[in-house]
């Protein structure tokens, strides 16, 4: 069994939650070690496996349902847990420095990191959708514990609640569109379905609603619209949470499965529009609102939104390849920009644009590894982000050059968004935040320089045709000079507007204020939508009221009927008593009888015999010659007899 | 000279009741077991003197009186054995003492 190693890798992390919490009391600080031993070993298992493996084992096989369990390591899945599982390692190591002055759950926060990073495995490595799904809502309960992570404050828990339930919206898209590939199938393998799909013997519509409601799981889990809101609330966590959830763990999920069910969507060209649509909205939607908003990880969170977003795009042009390449490069770059972003909040106090300023002489450190991040997020050569980016413009421009000036203009934005924060935070004059924090703990840093690391390399070293072969997908060919030139000259353009613009007038949107009527339309947007959903459930409570009162009157005439019964029975009862009364005095009769005649009767008899027994023994006299006597008179009396009878 | 049928009937019948008075007035235990003796002889003497005189050539009457007095030797070989024993508890063989069936 060559798979078997491949347990190890998603329930290391599980075991080391669980032993964080068991230990927490005793040894607080113990469980952040625990994670990133944990994490360690799951990552060299993983390499030392290499793709290849396989285990599965049927878990319940009702009539023609077969339900699998198992894990699988093709080259996506493998490279996908390579990536979560690296990333997860990095950050844990930084929340180890990071969550070092927090009083208390500390054991609790390093769980749920254990339970999100493990569970995450779980889901890229799974082999049918039971395990898949199950990873999926272990994510979405992570990602809820661990953003309402302070748990005294109402917005976390608000927060928390919200990216719950909008994710879950999504949730139910999966869960109905896997139940009914169990119901085509038969079965919940995820390969077996994927071949069902390319062997094209579904009805054509049937492909396409499975598309559809696949895409609908990830459109929550990947905040795209309309189920985007939830994400820039999840910056109430913890940094090191925003990190992980952003980067290679929750929201990544959502394009990891249109990668996994990519076969499905290619026999589906109508979700693959729909999945290229909802990415171009989302893209254009959230960078727009990135420009405007004044909250430094409010800034990034809606950037993850259009990167996922972009990623949606490569996935809609048929070019899973690139999408799956800027899934690696965007965890670490935009893991790198959380990490130093939370360091800096951690040292200031603060993440307010408008307060921020000037701070890359306070903390060089910090301001490096931002930087290295923004470069890479705004697609600089050779940071890890200009070749994920240049596949998915080569992929958009060979379907045409509207698409090729969508990604321009994305590039474009990306730079304005991200130059701007940056140079907000670090440049220019200092607008009152000052360093005031304890310095930066050897393993934050650790942490902070190896995402940072893979930001500056990781494209360069993954991007290629041993990719692409690992991978079992095909590179797009490469758009011309002058495409990968403007794209290059469009995120420099916006990184100097942005910067420019912020280096000058300081934190203030750069594209004025209209975006953040987009983000303020989007949560009304939300806040409207609910509100039907609250009223229908308001009028399900009344019709539930009515079904109450029903069952209620339905109840009431059982016991009715029931009391009916129950005075039928006490009649029964009562002659049931009468006939057993009878039965007793006749008993008794019976009784008197037996003892009175039978008995009585008996005695009498018995002392007749005896009495009769006295007398005739009055006739035994004991002498023999009386008895002799009497037997030859007896003779006698015998022979005279028979004598007058013989005469007669 | 031929005896008559008659002299034998009558010597078995005054036989018999010498048997008879002697089992009922003699008291002694003895005495009486030798009266039953009696009785059986007259049988067998009113026996013998029928087949002779009636049928002499069936030899069944003769075994039926050897078959009686066979059984009067073991009849005399039981009662005196009685009597013996009797004797020995309670020094005495008379037929009247022996009552404790009586109460």
Redesign the interface.
């Known amino acids: 069994m060559t798979g078997s190693g491949l347990v190890a890798v998603p329930l290391l992390p599980l075991l080391a939650a669980a032993l964080a919490l068991a230990i927490g009391r005793r040894l607080p600080r113990a469980g952040g070690v625990l994670l990133v031993v944990s994490l360690a070993g799951s990552l060299a298992v993983l390499l030392s496996l290499r793709a290849g493996g396989r285990l599965s084992a049927d878990w319940l096989a009702v009539g023609r349902f077969r339900l699998l369990v198992g894990l699988e390591a093709t080259g996506l899945t493998w490279f996908a847990a390579a990536v979560v599982a690296a990333t997860a390692l990095a950050v844990s190591l930084y929340a180890i420095g990071y969550m070092r002055d927090e009083p208390t759950g500390q054991p609790r926060f390093f769980a749920g990191m254990g339970l999100f990073a493990g569970a995450m495995l779980a889901l890229v490595l799974a082999s049918s959708f039971i395990m898949l799904f199950a990873g999926w809502e272990l994510v979405g309960l992570a990602s809820y514990l661990l953003i309402g992570f302070r748990s005294r404050e109402d917005r976390a828990v608000a927060a928390a609640t919200r990216a719950f339930l909008m994710t879950r919206l999504g949730d139910m898209g999966l869960l109905l569109g896997w139940l009914l590939a169990l119901l085509a199938t038969g079965t919940t393998d995820i390969g077996a379905v994927l071949d069902a799909a390319r062997s094209g013997q579904w009805v054509p519509g049937f492909a396409t609603l499975l598309g559809f409601l696949m895409f609908a799981g990830a459109v929550g889990k990947s905040a795209q619209l309309p189920l985007s809101a939830w994400l820039p609330d999840a910056m109430v966590g913890p940094t090191p949470v925003s990190a992980l959830l952003h980067s290679a763990t929750m929201v990544a999920a959502g394009v990891f499965l249109l990668l996994r069910l990519f076969p499905l969507f290619q026999a589906a060209p109508g979700a693959l529009a729909l999945v290229f649509w909802t990415g171009a909205v989302t893209a254009v939607f959230a960078a727009l609102v990135a420009t405007a908003e004044m909250d430094l990880k409010r800034v990034l969170a809606w950037s993850t939104s259009a990167q996922l977003a972009e990623m949606m795009i490569a996935v809609g042009l048929g070019v899973p390849y690139a999408a799956a390449l800027h899934f690696a490069t965007h965890a670490t770059f935009k893991a790198t920009l959380f990490t130093a972003a939370g360091s800096m909040e951690r040292q200031t106090g603060t993440r307010d644009l408008g307060r921020l300023g000037g701070l890359a002489r306070a903390m060089p450190l910090t301001a490096a590894v931002f930087a290295a991040g923004a470069l890479s997020l705004a697609g600089v050569p050779p940071f890890a982000g200009f070749w994920s980016e240049e596949a998915i413009l080569s992929a958009a421009v060979a379907r045409g050059p509207g698409r090729g000036l969508l990604m321009v203009g994305l590039a474009l934005l990306t730079g304005v968004y991200i130059g701007r924060a940056g140079i907000a935070a670090f440049g220019g004059r200092s607008r009152g935040a000052a360093r005031t924090g304890p310095p930066q703990a050897a393993t934050m840093r650790a942490g902070m320089i190896a995402l940072a690391v893979a930001a500056v390399l990781a494209g360069w070293l993954l991007q290629g045709s041993s990719l692409a072969g690992l991978l079992g997908m095909r590179e797009p060919p490469r758009a011309g000079a002058g495409w990968r030139g403007l794209a290059i000259a469009a995120g420099l353009a916006g990184l100097s507007f942005g910067g420019g613009r912020a280096w000058i007038c300081g934190g203030v949107p750069a594209l004025g204020r209209f975006p953040q009527f987009l983000a303020t339309g989007l949560d009304r947007a939300t806040r409207a939508a609910v509100e039907p959903a609250k009223r229908a459930s308001t009028d399900l409570d009344a019709i539930e009221r009515v079904q109450d009162r029903s069952a209620r009157a339905l109840a009431e005439a059982v016991i009715c009927v029931s009391a009916g019964l129950d005075a039928i029975e006490h009649a029964l009862d009562r002659g049931a008593r009468a006939v057993s009364g009878s039965a007793r005095v006749l008993a008794h009769g019976a009784e008197w009888v037996e003892a009175r005649g039978f008995g009585q009767g008996g005695d009498r008899l018995a002392a007749a015999l005896g009495d009769g027994g006295q007398r005739l023994?009055a006739l035994?006299?004991?002498?023999?010659?009386l008895y002799?006597?009497g037997l030859?008179v007896w003779a006698a009396g015998a022979l005279g007899a028979g004598l007058v009878l013989l005469l007669r | 000279m031929i005896v008559p049928l008659t002299a034998y009937l009558v010597v078995a019948a005054v036989l018999f009741a010498i048997g008879?008075y002697t089992?009922?007035?003699q008291r002694s235990a003895v005495m009486?077991l030798m009266g039953v003796e009696l009785i059986l002889n007259a049988i067998g003497l009113n026996i013998v003197a029928f087949w002779r005189f009636t049928a002499p050539g069936d030899y069944s009457a003769q075994i039926f009186v050897i078959l009686v007095i066979t059984i009067g030797a073991v009849e005399m070989a039981i009662g005196l054995a009685l009597m013996m024993l009797l004797f020995r508890q309670r020094q005495s063989v008379e037929?009247?003492g022996?009552?404790e069936?009586?109460r």
């Open positions: 023994r035994q006299t004991g002498k023999l010659y002799t006597l030859f | 008879l089992v009922i007035a009486v037929v009247d022996y009552m069936l009586k």
